[in-house]
């Protein structure tokens, strides 16, 4: 028996002395007993609730008997897809397909299927037809409602619908777990729970909704796409547990697919309960002769102290799916968890982090959120922080005063992002100087993201401006405590708004600065985020303004070369951008020009490979070409849209507001896509620059 751990196989269960589970969960990840991972925290919070649960992880989808290894559960089964969307964890932006994945044994990618949930869903009903099916995790939690399928091209039904489950439960999901449980073993039907907040149904008799609001129909909003703009405004604005409504959307054939609201953020009470549960804080030991799950690597010695961002950041879903208010963790159970990681046998006395989503919010927004919620159609950061808004660090600083203290513990580092524009927001300097003094592990990562205002503007960003200052603000701090630690700018191409006009911006900002990041994130249009809704319609729901959207894939190809103009892979698509931007002033030789003139160019290419040829040296250094005209092994480089974005580890060139120095970076990867939506990974995001390899788990951007 694996002592510790949940079932995963009959033996298992048998020893346990569990005659018939009551609920079997299925999920597209390994399993990793860790409050990381959303199937472990949603199956000990309904064994601390007296329910019992068995696992089925990564069963063969091609198998029906794959899911009936416990027979037929007492309640109902449970199904995720994992703690990343299975489409993002398949295919890099570019369509290309991964060739890893952290969250399956090994990193051997293939053990899910594309679209997980509705493939899971679908095999359980072909062999149990009438058992309860909840689905849940960032996956169905980003695709509750109609939504624009990036992979496919198309504009989907609702995956309650196509996954043929009963219930839908979104968002983190510990409270509407229980309250399902509870309503199942009283005997209420499924089709019955209709009550229970942060859940969706579906009903063909809507007359039960009570004050609910009618979005446009799936059929409207599929022939015009302005409907879908105006549907996802509507549920933008509904997010909320405090003013919130209930939404309903009308499919064919009188179907109805209802959406209650959010549910209540977790008390910090309830949020130490659900981290005391007694974990394993480890993948199943069957994994070990496989080599163990990579993802629990970058989460083994880090506190998530935090869930929920009021940033809102265009192309995050964090709001759809943990929501805008910030809930948060104790200084005890922070401590006590720390405890643990201290007495771990690998443990070298380094907390890799201490955060969330965004680290450095440790309260909501104002004190006003936990009475009347947040505010519809406004935004805490953007455009400019609003007078509400208590930018206070004081609690986070004194937390990580007391890990620092704590025997055993050498370092405390934060490495899941900063909110650079929240940190100078706060009038007390105390938490920067100390971040810079303590807490940064030589470099420090940020997600400006672009530097064209207007562009900025479509990302929910701040503009330019701050970023600059912060810059300033940081360099200060390191002159005066005798540092040379450095920033990890996040950029991302192609974001809906960027013409090539703004892409060149981008280039000669790059240009001054002497920084030439080596992998680039290409905007991945993930369901639920307002930044994919553009892409999708062309208009920006908030205003409703028309927007430029980059769909070309050569002019993406262009815009991301731009990032990169050294790297002489790029130069025809940098020329070419540059050609049709109308900025043939930057091919030359003077010091503003990006690239040079390609007859130079090759003169040069012809030089350099007689000298290496008197001097018996290889024709063919980094960058250059053989004489076959084949590139040099040294040469490649991953240049667009298919990076995760994650730890780095290496020779890396960063950036102190001006100067372009080498650096060494160690630290960690959560996503976004999304964030780092625990029980729910974030979606992709952008890998810093570096010499070394990129690795590590998907994480939310600042």
């Not at 530097?451 to 929910?460: E, H, Q, T």
């Not at 951008?577 to 390609?598: F, H, Q």
């Not at 003169?603 to 960058?623: F, W, Y």
């Amino acid at each position: 028996m694996a002592e510790g751990f949940l079932p995963i196989t009959e033996e298992e269960m048998k020893q346990r002395g569990i005659a018939q589970p009551d609920f079997v969960y299925v999920t597209g990840d390994a399993y990793v007993d860790h409050p990381s991972f959303g199937h472990a925290v949603i199956s000990r919070v309904l064994e601390a609730h007296g329910y019992s649960v068995c696992l089925i992880p990564q069963p063969d989808w091609k198998d029906e008997k794959s899911i009936a290894r416990f027979g037929r559960p007492r309640l109902g089964f449970l199904v995720t897809a994992g703690n990343m969307d299975s489409m993002v964890n398949h295919y890099y932006v570019s369509g290309k397909r991964r060739q890893q994945d952290a969250y399956t044994p090994g990193g051997v990618p293939g053990k899910r299927p594309d679209r997980a949930t509705i493939v899971y869903g679908n095999l359980i009903r072909r062999t149990y037809r009438d058992v309860p099916i909840i689905i849940g995790g960032i996956e169905a939690s980003l695709r509750r409602m109609a939504h624009y399928d990036y992979w496919s091209g198309s504009f989907r039904r609702s995956i309650l619908l196509d996954s043929q489950a009963d219930l839908l439960s979104y968002g983190m999901g510990e409270k509407s777990i229980v309250e399902i449980a509870d309503a199942l073993d009283s005997g209420i039907a499924v089709r019955d729970i209709t009550f229970i907040p942060g859940t969706v149904y579906k009903t063909r008799d809507p007359s039960g909704v009570y004050e609910g609001i009618s979005l446009p129909s799936y059929t409207r909003m599929k022939e015009d796409r302005r409907k879908y703009a105006e549907s996802f405004l509507i549920q933008h604005n509904n997010t909320d547990p405090f003013n919130g409504r209930t939404l309903m959307e009308e499919y064919p054939n009188g179907v109805y697919v209802v959406q209650n609201p959010p549910h209540p953020p977790l008390t910090t009470e309830e949020m130490d309960d659900v981290y005391a549960l007694p974990y394993a804080r480890a993948c199943h030991p069957s994994y070990d002769k496989l080599g163990g799950v990579p993802a629990i690597q970058e989460v083994q010695f880090s506190l998530t102290s935090s869930r929920g961002c009021f940033g809102g950041c265009s192309f995050c879903a964090l709001t759809f799916h943990q929501g805008r208010i910030v809930q948060v963790r104790s200084h005890e159970s922070l401590l006590e968890e720390a405890g643990q990681l201290v007495c771990h046998p690998d443990f070298k006395g380094y907390i890799h982090d201490v955060g969330g989503p965004t680290a450095n919010f440790r309260a909501p927004a104002c004190s006003q959120q936990l009475r009347r919620g947040v505010c519809k159609g406004r935004q805490c950061l953007f455009p400019k922080p609003c007078p509400s808004l208590e930018a206070d660090h004081s609690d986070y600083l004194e937390l990580l005063r007391k890990l620092r203290a704590l025997p055993g513990v050498k370092k405390v580092f934060i490495r899941s992002g900063i909110r650079f524009d929240y940190l100078l927001a706060d009038p007390d300097d105390t938490f920067f100087r100390e971040l810079v003094e303590h807490h940064v592990s030589g470099q420090l990562k940020v997600a400006p993201e672009h530097i064209s205002d207007a562009v900025l503007c479509r990302m929910g960003k701040p503009e330019n401006a701050v970023y600059e200052r912060f810059v300033r603000k940081y360099r200060q701090f390191n002159d005066r405590l005798g540092k040379k630690q450095f920033l990890v700018p996040y950029l991302m191409s192609s974001h809906p708004g960027s013409t090539l006009k703004e892409a060149v911006e981008l280039a000669e900002y790059l240009r001054d600065l002497g920084y030439m990041p080596e992998q680039v994130q290409d905007f991945y249009p993930t369901p639920s985020t307002m930044s994919t809704v553009m892409y999708y319609t062309q208009i920006d729901p908030r205003d409703n303004k028309k927007v430029y959207v980059c769909q070309n894939p050569h002019e993406k190809a262009m815009q991301r070369a731009l990032i990169q103009y050294r790297n002489p892979k790029n130069y025809d698509l940098v020329h070419e951008a540059l050609i049709k931007a109308g900025r043939e002033d930057l091919i030359g030789y003077g010091k503003e020009c990006l690239i040079r003139p390609r007859k130079r160019l090759e003169e040069d290419s012809r030089k350099k490979r007689k000298n290496a040829e008197r001097q018996g040296k290889p024709a063919h250094g980094n960058g250059e070409r053989t004489r076959n005209g084949k590139a040099s092994p040294k040469s490649k480089m991953e240049t667009g849209g298919g990076t995760k974005r994650g730890t780095v580890s290496g020779k890396q060139t960063a950036i102190t507001g001006g100067k372009a120095k080498r650096g060494m970076a160690s630290g960690k990867q959560t996503s976004v896509t999304g964030g780092k939506a625990k029980g729910g990974t974030g979606l992709g995001k952008q890998t810093p620059v570096t010499r070394g390899k990129a690795k590590g788990r998907a994480v939310s951007r600042k």
